[in-house]
Structures are given as C-alpha cells and as structure tokens.
Antibody
C-alpha cells in the first residue's frame, strides 16, 4: 500500500524558514517523480515544485522560485521542501504527491495527508 | 500558462440523481486531463486520468469524457459519500500542471 506522510509544518514568522519532509513507502521511491502541491485555506490546489526520480531535475512554480528548494533522499525514501523567505501568502496545507507517467505526461496518483504551514507574526 | 475553468462553481443535487461537471482548458491539453475528489479535511483523491480512465478502486458511477479543451465528469447516481469538491487538472505540460478552481457538489 502506497503511503505518503508529511511532517515539518508549523507557525513561522514572515521571512523565516521551514523544511517539510514526506516519508514514502509501498513503492519503489526512486522510480517516481514527486511533487509538492499546496492549498491555501478555503482555496484551490496549486502545484509548487517537482523533482525527477533521480533528483537530477527540479522544477518550481514562479511564485516560489528562488525561495523554495525541493530535494529527495532515495536511500531514506524521503522527499523534502526547504522553504526560505516565507511570506503570508505561503500559508497553506502542503501535500506531497506521487507522479504517475502515462505516455510522457504525469498526473498525481497518490497524495499525502498534508501538513499545515502558517506564516504570521 | 494553460488556464483551467470549471462550471458550475456549486452544484446542488439530490441523492440518486445524476451530476454533470464541466471543465475547460484555455488551449488544447489533448486527453491529459485528470479529475480529483476532495472531502473536507482530506487530501485530494484521483478519480479519473487520461480524461476517461477510472483510477484503481473508483466506482463505475464516475465517468469522464472529452478531449482537447472541453471535458466532463459525470456521476451517474449520487451517493452520500460523493458530496465533495471536484477539481480538474491538466497535465499536458508536466510538471506545470494546472488545476481548475473546483466544483462543490452539495446536497439539494
């Protein structure tokens, strides 16, 4: 059974930093690209960042580029999101999601339960 | 950036009735369209991918159709557990997949 378990969320002041983790199990972690998707309170879903299975390629939404860094440890089966220079508008539930490729395009077939990040003074 | 729109924003349906949700892309996404269901306090769950393929374990009352820019999710006979928010997502230009704003299906 695929499981994704996020941790690391919490309350942080504007300009602060936080590192999220996502522990994966139930599949061969290194074979799959992974993403972070966030959802502001009462709002819709926004893709934040993605990383290839090897970790060699990373991608970011314009809204977080230069502030957030995605990484993974394929020995620990864990995905990370380092978030720096946090802003109030980064307040959201952050989900990690597993990508499933079909003919060169990927959707999210499994999601974690999410971790809440609140940026406030 | 491909912009996704969904209609209606809210759909009020009685249990047992049929629900039809629409999703439109600002440019063609071929059949690279997924639907997700999200209940309050829960993570999204994949329902449909490839515009019309049900994900593992999804009941047959859920069906998807469309290609290009126009897509539809149909729930043939709404059950109590189906009242939720439904999001469409284009994944034609991974990883820049964009989501629609969602359609809330509530009890009439």
């Amino acid at each position: 059974e695929v499981q994704l378990l996020e941790s690391g969320g919490g309350l942080v002041q504007p300009g602060g930093s936080l590192r999220l983790s996502c522990a994966a199990s139930g599949f061969t972690f290194s074979n799959y690209a992974m993403s972070w998707v966030r959802q502001a309170p009462g709002k819709g879903l926004e893709w934040v960042s993605a990383i290839s299975g090897s970790g060699g390629s990373t991608y970011y939404a314009d809204s977080v580029k230069g502030r957030f860094t995605i990484s993974r440890d394929n020995f620990k089966n864990t995905l990370y999101l380092q978030m720096n220079s946090l802003r109030a508008e980064d307040t959201a539930v952050y989900y990690c999601a597993k990508s499933h490729f079909v003919q060169g395009a990927a959707f999210f077939d499994y999601w974690g339960q999410g971790t809440l990040v609140t940026v406030s003074s | 950036e491909i912009v996704m729109t969904q209609s209606p924003a809210t759909l009020s349906v009685s249990p047992g009735e049929r629900a039809t949700l629409s999703c439109r892309a600002s440019q063609s996404v071929s059949s690279n369209l997924a639907w997700y269901q999200q209940k309050p306090g829960q993570a999204p769950r994949l329902l449909i991918y490839g515009a019309s393929t049900r994900a593992t374990g999804i009941p047959a009352r859920f069906s998807g159709s469309g290609s290009g820019t126009e897509f539809t999710l149909t729930i043939s006979s709404l059950q109590s557990e189906d009242f939720a928010v439904y999001y469409c997502q284009q994944y034609n230009n991974w990883p820049l997949g964009t989501f629609g704003p969602g359609t809330k299906v509530d009890i009439k």
